[in-house]
């Protein structure tokens, strides 16, 4: 490979670096053909950008970027392929997918700011909650206490208008 095209290799993957929050670091080895476009199109449902890379390429990005990836430096072995994403968790449900064939396996992932490194944390990065989801929460959390006082309102209301007209009624 000339060293214009592994320049330009370097420079398009620390683009993306800086593009997405969150990737993960995945072995591919002994993925076939068939396979690998299965994963690729699942990824592309997902909004995952995936990529094959070599690794000293990848490791040439990751230094010449703002961040100091060097714990994720260990992972660069064997086949790698880097699945970009907007939304931490998504890529970790889909590993956590093809987690019964066992491939690929996770090396490592930054996610949320933090460095993941090892295939026992991909439960991990499942149970981080997306920004949609921790918005949601707090909706409902804050919908909670208000649904608690107009349903006690109303029940209220029922039993009071109940024990007004039994009053109205009884003969005096």
């Known amino acids: 490979m000339k060293k214009e095209v592994k320049d330009t290799i370097i420079v398009d993957l620390g683009q993306k670096l800086k593009e997405y929050p969150h990737f993960y670091l995945v072995d591919v080895t002994g993925l076939n053909a068939e396979a690998t476009s299965k994963l690729r199109r699942d990824c592309f449902k997902q909004e995952i950008k995936m990529v094959v890379v070599k690794n000293t390429l990848l490791r040439e990005a990751m230094e010449a970027s703002d961040v ?49 490194v090892g295939a026992d944390k991909l439960d991990e990065l499942v149970s981080i909650k997306s920004k949609n989801e921790v918005i949601a929460d707090i909706v409902s959390l804050l919908q909670s206490p208000a649904k608690n006082v107009i349903s006690s309102l109303q029940s209220g209301a029922n039993t009071i208008h109940g024990v007004l007209k039994t009053l109205g009624e009884r003969a005096e």
């Not at 392929?81 to 956590?96: D, G, I, M, Q, S």
């Open 68 to 116: 100091d990836f060097a714990p994720l430096y260990g992972s660069l072995k064997n086949n790698t392929a880097v699945l970009f994403a907007h939304t931490a968790n998504v890529p970790a449900k889909l590993l956590k997918d093809y987690a019964k064939e066992g491939i690929p396996a996770l090396k490592a992932a930054y996610a949320e700011e933090e460095f993941y």
